[in-house]
């Protein structure tokens, strides 16, 4: 972008990006990088373990930053905008509540910098193929099988689906600008972590093509050469990294209320299209009422699915009084606030005698893990964001006194970690109802 106007170094307005891997590289290589007004001095890192202390590449910056940008702690972020004489903070990462965005900007305006939030105008990409967007309200509300469930129907629809997931660039940055995984070989290959097979790997082992990376303008035009329909598969409840022809949000009512008090989930439930109430058959009918009311009043227009994710365990006789240790989705646990999830439910469903806390066995950043987020207290989070946080989840897991581990989680941890005593998988998957509401819905927008 050219603004027609020169701008000197010592006249650029000076940024931080607050930012997790995700969001914040995006909104600076769709905005900031190709805008000479300003410059950005640093991103800072929260939510995710070891990812401070790197450098966002030159290779993905551009010519007006031949050294990258350093990666900090968003703990220093005071100490920085003195560093660095900085002018704004801009918001990007996702799953906050509201009162802690503002404490956040609070920190901010005090410290004497402006504080901003991006909004889609100028973050989303526009696809020359049909794009349907899911999103959510919360990490953990099951944006996953509603991804799956939309592929599903896209195919029944004889349409070729490349799913472009919400970015975990955990590892070398740049190797990791535009990725591809079409076989379970792939995932090796990028040396994928826990968090990225959770989401990759049921897509492919359903047929499906999954882009992912850095650089999501790259990745969408490679996406859209072996495509006809585009589906985005958001992260945590972060908003579309493109133009959406068909929004569908997804709702938690486990969580009543939250659709209108974390950021950016209230938004995207006032863009949606279609409000998915996910998990209506294990949640409080009042909590159903209260999401559905909530989502009537921010947005009026939007379609409203109720649907089930009923859980299923092969097997699920062995569970009956047994000590069962369960594991589920790591981020759905930790920053989506969640106590429980599937594994949980088919624990109690299938009468397990006792539901081991797996607190006293949890070793080196796992058991930091519970020190941090101190209402998880009945589950294991299936943390691995890297080599040695999944040796130290396969050690909590095998030191554990109990006789069975139900797993909960959207891959088989069986085939990544050596796992010393009998475990279960937990899966789940949308109703046909509400597949079927949905595909009414897609239909409409792709006639």
Not at 233 to 240: F, K, R, V
Not at 307 to 315: G, L, Q, R
Not at 342 to 355: D, E, L, M, S
Request: hydrophobic residues 35%; aromatic residues 6%; charged residues 25%.
């Amino acid at each position: 972008m050219t603004t027609g106007t020169s701008t000197t170094a010592k006249n650029r307005i000076r940024v931080i990006i607050l930012g997790a891997a995700g969001r914040d590289f995006h909104d600076f290589n769709t905005f900031w990088r190709k805008d000479p007004r300003y410059e950005v001095v640093v991103f800072t890192a929260a939510q995710i373990p070891d990812i401070d202390g790197r450098t966002y590449p030159a290779e993905l910056c551009g010519d007006r930053y031949p050294n990258g940008i350093p990666i900090e702690p968003e703990e220093k972020l005071v100490e920085l905008i003195h560093k660095y004489e900085v002018d704004q903070v801009a918001m990007a990462y996702s799953d906050l509540s509201h009162e802690e965005v503002m404490h956040k900007a609070a920190i901010v305006n005090a410290a004497g910098a402006d504080f901003r939030i991006m909004g889609h105008k100028h973050t989303m990409i526009s696809s020359n193929k049909p794009v349907i967007a899911v999103c959510a309200v919360r990490t953990g509300c099951g944006k996953s099988q509603t991804s799956r469930a939309v592929t599903g129907i896209l195919k029944g629809m004889g349409k070729r689906v490349a799913a472009v997931r919400h970015p975990m660039p955990y590892g070398d940055l740049t190797k990791q600008i535009c990725q591809r995984f079409a076989t379970l070989e792939d995932l090796n290959l990028h040396h994928c972590t826990i968090e990225e097979r959770e989401e990759y790997e049921p897509h492919i082992q359903a047929g499906n093509v999954v882009f992912a990376g850095i650089d999501y303008e790259r990745i969408l035009r490679e996406a859209e050469k072996e495509a006809d329909v585009i589906l985005w598969d958001g992260g945590n409840n972060d908003m579309s990294f493109y133009r959406p022809n068909l929004y569908i949000v997804v709702a938690d009512p486990h969580r009543a209320g939250h659709e209108v008090r974390y950021y950016p989930g209230e938004t995207n439930a006032r863009m949606a299209d279609v409000v998915l109430i996910n998990k209506t058959g294990t949640a409080n009918p009042e909590d159903v009422k209260t999401v559905e009311q909530n989502i009537k009043r921010i947005n009026p227009n939007a379609k409203i699915i109720r649907a089930k994710s009923p859980v299923s365990v092969e097997n699920a006789a062995s569970i009956k009084g047994k000590r069962v240790l369960v594991v589920e989705d790591g981020p759905t646990l930790t920053h989506g606030g969640m106590k429980f999830g599937a594994g949980h439910i088919a624990a109690k469903n299938n009468g397990a005698a006792v539901i081991v806390d797996p607190r006293p066995y949890a070793v080196g950043t796992i058991k930091k893990t519970f020190e941090k987020y101190p209402h998880v207290t009945e589950v294991l989070p299936a943390m691995g964001y890297g080599k040695k946080q999944m040796k130290e989840l396969e050690s909590t897991i095998n030191a554990a006194d109990c006789d069975l581990v139900l797993i909960g989680t959207p891959i088989d941890l069986g085939r990544l970690l050596k796992i010393n005593k009998p475990a279960l998988r937990v899966t789940y998957e949308l109703d046909q109802p509400s597949i079927n509401a949905l595909k009414t819905e897609i239909e409409r927008v792709l006639k």
